[in-house]
């Protein structure tokens, strides 16, 4: 009989974390979508870092404070850690684009957080999922589908700006941006494989 419970609200935690990295990839699109709202998106963006950041603290100060974890408390770290550098790069990625001053609209910036939203998706239902190490699996493979429809579309959209006799500064922020992009949703990536190691270490 376990005398001592383990505590169970880092799940919850966890869907919270989660929750906020998808409501944070649509605001990103839509940025791309209608930069002319560039400004409030980016400030919308800036407040669910923080609420994010807000979680991340508490996940942390909870692992100190809990006798006995659901998963291994290094595997909460990192997958807490990992939930929030996505969120980070979003930011990052708003923040660049107000400082680039981004007017207009670029359909590969619109495709490419298209997919970041999709795969924010994914991990929100593989958190949701944890205790299935089966579904995660399968969460995974679709994630993989996900990044592989990234790189294409990075690759023909960078190609794309080195076209004709291109202006140089709009080359250098675009770039930047699809850069910026691609790696939040490599960084998903890497959370699901996260997920998918602690799920089946765990069922």
């Known amino acids: 009989m ?4 383990k505590d169970e609200g880092f ?14 990839a649509t605001l990103l699109n839509q940025l791309f979508t209608d930069p002319g709202q560039l400004d409030r998106y980016v400030v919308q963006i800036k407040e669910i870092e923080h609420q994010a950041d807000d979680i991340t603290h508490e996940i942390m100060n909870r692992i100190d404070r809990s006798f006995v974890t659901p998963l291994d408390r290094e595997d909460i770290h990192l997958l807490a850690t990992r939930l929030d550098n996505v969120v980070d ?7 660049r684009a107000k400082m680039f001053h981004i007017t207009d609209r670029k359909e590969p910036a619109k495709e490419l957080s ?25 969460i995974g493979r679709e994630m993989k589908r996900l990044e592989e429809e990234a790189d294409a579309i990075y690759s023909a959209a960078v190609g794309a700006l080195f076209e004709g006799t291109p202006d140089a500064l709009d080359v250098i922020k675009w770039k930047e941006l699809y850069d910026n992009i691609e790696h939040a ?7 699901l494989n996260v997920l998918e190691s602690v799920s089946l270490k765990n069922s």
């Open 2 to 5: 376990r005398l001592i419970p």
């Open 11 to 24: 799940f919850e935690l966890f869907d919270g974390l989660a929750v906020l990295m998808t409501r944070s």
């Open 89 to 95: 790069l979003m930011d990052g990625t708003a923040r």
């Open 114 to 138: 298209r997919v970041l939203v999709a795969a924010t998706e994914q991990i929100a239902l593989a958190v949701t999922s944890l205790k299935d190490a089966r579904q995660v699996q399968v």
């Open 185 to 191: 949703i490599d960084e998903a990536e890497d959370v």
